[in-house]
T-cell receptor, first 115, second 115 residues
Framework: DADVTQTPRNRITKTGKRIMLECSQTKGHDRMYWYRQDPGLGLRLIYYSFDVKDINKGEISDGYSVSRQAQAKFSLSLESAIPNQTALYFC??????????????FGDGTRLSIL | AQKITQTQPGMFVQEKEAVTLDCTYDTSDPSYGLFWYKQPSSGEMIFLIYQGSYDQQNATEGRYSLNFQKARKSANLVISASQLGDSAMYFCAMRGRENTDKLIFGTGTRLQVFP
């Protein structure tokens, strides 16, 4: 089983719909992140959370919201989807207690298409 | 602000040859970490190798090594004895105190290994 699980893996939806992408982890990490990947732009940070009660905006948070329901769960919502939010979305986790040399561990991604 | 630059959109290498993927970075933070990730066509992000700014030696992980030149602010990934399975996108990323635990990604290099 994957340590970082994203659901759904693929989603096609219409403009204006509310969408939730879910991420759960079994790694016991305290830190979780949501990234967006667009062709030619690499990965950009949307939101991140260092603990259950901690939510921080990233580079491109407009149009998105998040919820850290538990240490193991971090969901990303698009309240009213628009076509330019079509992208590949990644959830990632890291363990702050192990030091700054620890990598972030990524889920397999959610491919989201908004028509 | 921190920045990662990958100037090679695409690279070709013959099987069993070595290849170097370039990465330069910009930061005013004296303490930072550099990461390389591989993204195969299936989409997942796979951590390859890490280099800390205070590490005295270049990092190595199997066929992957990092040519870290601090004065030039470069952290090039060297893949030795390329295999067909190395064909993928490769991303360089940086984390520093300036960004706490967040990763800043480059735009990636697509490597194609041919027989």
């Amino acid at each position: 089983d994957a340590d970082v699980t994203q659901t759904p893996r693929n989603r096609i939806t219409k403009t204006g719909k509310r969408i939730m992408l879910e991420c759960s982890q079994t790694k016991g990490h305290d830190r979780m992140y949501w990234y967006r990947q667009d062709p030619g732009l690499g990965l950009r940070l949307i939101y991140y959370s260092f603990d259950v009660k901690d939510i921080n905006k990233g580079e491109i948070s407009d149009g998105y919201s998040v919820s850290r329901q538990a240490q193991a769960k971090f969901s990303l919502s698009l309240e009213s989807a628009i076509p330019n939010q079509t992208a590949l979305y990644f959830c990632a986790t890291s363990d702050a207690s192990q030091g700054s040399n620890q990598p972030q561990h990524f889920g397999d991604g959610t491919r989201l298409s908004i028509l | 602000a921190q920045k990662i630059t990958q100037t090679q959109p695409g690279m070709f290498v013959q099987e069993k040859e070595a290849v170097t993927l370039d990465c330069t970075y910009d930061t005013s933070d004296p303490s930072y970490g550099l990461f390389w990730y591989k993204q195969p066509s299936s989409g997942e992000m796979i951590f390859l190798i890490y280099q800390g700014s205070y590490d005295q030696q270049n990092a190595t992980e199997g066929r992957y090594s990092l040519n870290f030149q601090k004065a030039r602010k470069s952290a090039n990934l060297v893949i030795s004895a390329s295999q067909l399975g190395d064909s993928a996108m490769y991303f360089c990323a940086m984390r520093g105190r300036e960004n706490t635990d967040k990763l800043i990604f480059g735009t990636g290099t697509r490597l194609q290994v041919f027989p």
